[in-house]
């Protein structure tokens, strides 16, 4: 049990350029993808396809669509950052700052100061560097009954993040996961480049492979004490 608390708290995100020539064994993949099979989803209903993409051309011409940056993301990514261990140790939520660039570090930031560069320059690396790309598809037609919003779908979706992301730590296979592939351009252009039919939703994407050098940051959690609630809310601890 220990162990699996050791796996869990090492479970780590690899925003890190991965070594090209070290490809993911098949079988490896495999573990992978069957982790996020045994995942609980709500009814059990596996709400979800994964495209995997290896073929160095193909994911090239991801790399190459043209995304957009959003003025709210970047706002409201400012106030979620921390700019000295000190600050994010104490803060315990959020990311160093130095995770984006510099124009994204700026609280009064205007839309003319975000260029698409910025965002692209920052991703198309990573994203060239990469052996496999995994793609989830999110389906609402496999809806749990009476979930509204299909919740407990989205949620169903995590969970099998979770188990693959681990399945991949414990293998020494370096995981992130990339959100930005969901939305504006870059989900247009992919949705075309692998033929995604209409009904599926991009939920998330995640990059496989062994980094370069590892991606070293602070990694903090808020206390135990802190969000949990004893016979009543605002009773903090157990
Ligand atoms: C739903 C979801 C979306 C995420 N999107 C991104 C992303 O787009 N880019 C990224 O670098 N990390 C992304 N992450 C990773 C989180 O930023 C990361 O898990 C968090 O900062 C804690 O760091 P750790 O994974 O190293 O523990 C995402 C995580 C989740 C669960």
């Not at 000295?84 to 315990?92: D, G, I, N, T, V």
């Not at 700052?97 to 205007?110: E, I």
């Not at 920052?122 to 749990?144: C, H, K, W």
Request: aromatic share 8%; glycine share 6%.
């Amino acid at each position: 049990m220990n162990d699996l608390l050791t796996l869990i708290k090492k479970r780590h995100s690899s925003r890190v350029f991965f070594d090209q020539k070290r490809l993911i064994a098949k079988d490896d993949l495999h573990k992978i993808l069957e982790a996020g099979s045994w995942a609980p989803t709500a009814h059990n209903m596996q709400n979800y396809e994964v495209v995997i993409a290896d073929d160095k051309k193909l994911i090239e011409a991801i790399a190459a669509i043209k995304g957009t940056i959003s003025l709210t993301f970047v706002k409201e990514n400012y106030k979620q950052l921390s700019f000295s261990e000190e600050e994010l140790r104490k803060k315990k939520t959020g990311v160093p700052g130095t995770m984006f660039p510099l124009a994204w570090r700026n609280p009064n930031v205007k839309k003319a100061d975000l260029t698409a560069d910025d965002r692209d320059s920052f991703m198309q690396e990573e994203l060239n560097s990469t052996p496999v790309l995994g793609i989830v598809l999110y389906d609402p037609t496999r809806r749990a009954p009476a979930s509204k919003g299909d919740f407990l779908g989205i949620i169903s979706l995590g969970c099998v993040m979770e188990n693959m992301w681990l399945m991949a730590n414990s293998l020494g296979i370096d995981f992130h996961i990339v959100s930005s592939l969901s939305n504006g351009p870059m989900e247009k252009g992919i949705r075309k480049l692998l033929g995604i039919p209409e009904n599926l939703m991009i939920a998330y994407s995640f990059r496989l492979g062994y980094a370069v050098y590892p991606h070293k940051y602070l990694r903090v959690r808020r206390d135990v004490e802190d969000f949990t609630h004893h016979n009543k809310y605002g009773e903090k601890g157990i």
